[in-house]
Structures are given as structure tokens and as C-alpha cells.
């Protein structure tokens, strides 16, 4: 993951990470825990964005996520997607990315467009977030596969 925020941290525009509590106090709202790499980037970048070869990435501030994921605010993921996903950004347009949790010893990372959030209609995108990152620098991740 060091490897992986050194090489994005010229044109990711961060914002400062959240501490160790901070993350601890929002996984204690989330029905999850985040995964490692995840805590790990949101701690070095609370969120941001930035266009990679393929794709632009919008991660959402920590402090947002419980609220848009809610069951009656925000964009209401629970209420659609149930309890097993966790949204946590978008391609600047109509794709939500979301952790997945419906193995929960293996999160993955998947997409739904917002407008048909529908459990029939999410894909899965990578094995892990530091792999949903790699293929973002890779240039192997675009806006077709989602």
C-alpha cells in the first residue's frame, strides 16, 4: 500500500488522513469493519480523488460514508443493497464502488450504477481494494467493467 500511495501522490489530490480513533469511532456506525488497506489509505487520504489512466476515482471522507449509506439519508445503500455493502465513492458520475461484504473473510470490491441500485446489478470489480487500486494505476480498471 506505501508503494501504491507513493506513486498516486502526484496527481491524487488528499486530504488529510483521519487517526486511528477517528476510524474506530466510524467502523463502530458501519455494520463492518473496513478492511487493513482501506484504514490504511483513508488514514494517509480521508478520501480524494484523482483521474487515473482509465478512470477517475472520488473516495468519500470517512466521516461521510455512515450517512450516505444509511437506510433514509444520503443515497440510502442499506435500504437497497441490505447490510452487505458498504459504499464508499464513485467515477465522479453514475458509479457507486462498494466493499463487499458478503464474504466476509474476503471483501471485494464491486460497482452498482446509483441510479439502478439493485443487488441483480452489482458487479464485482477486484478481489481486494489494494487490487481495485492497482488495476486503477494499471490502467487495467475502466469505466467499461463498471
Not at 60 to 66: A, S, V
Not at 94 to 114: Q, T
Not at 120 to 130: G, L, R, T
Request: glycine letters at 8%; charged letters at 25%.
Amino acid at each position: 500500500m506505501n508503494k501504491l500511495k507513493e506513486v498516486i501522490s502526484s496527481f491524487w489530490v488528499k486530504y488529510r488522513g483521519v487517526s486511528q480513533e477517528d476510524i474506530s469511532i466510524i467502523e463502530g456506525v458501519l455494520t463492518h469493519k473496513l478492511p487493513d488497506d482501506v484504514k490504511s489509505f483513508w488514514h494517509w487520504s480521508n478520501g480524494g480523488c484523482g483521474k487515473f489512466k482509465n478512470i477517475y476515482i472520488d473516495f468519500w471522507p470517512l466521516e461521510d460514508i455512515p450517512s450516505l449509506n444509511s437506510l433514509s439519508e444520503g443515497y440510502s445503500i442499506k435500504h437497497y443493497l441490505g447490510n452487505v455493502f458498504i459504499a464508499f465513492g464513485s467515477d465522479g458520475g453514475p458509479i457507486c464502488f462498494l466493499l463487499d461484504y458478503r464474504e466476509p473473510e474476503c471483501v471485494k470490491v464491486c460497482s452498482v450504477n446509483f441510479g439502478d441500485l439493485d443487488i441483480e446489478e452489482v458487479k464485482e470489480v477486484a478481489p481486494s481494494f489494494i487490487a481495485f487500486m492497482e488495476m486503477a494505476l494499471d490502467g487495467s480498471l475502466d469505466d467499461e467493467q463498471l
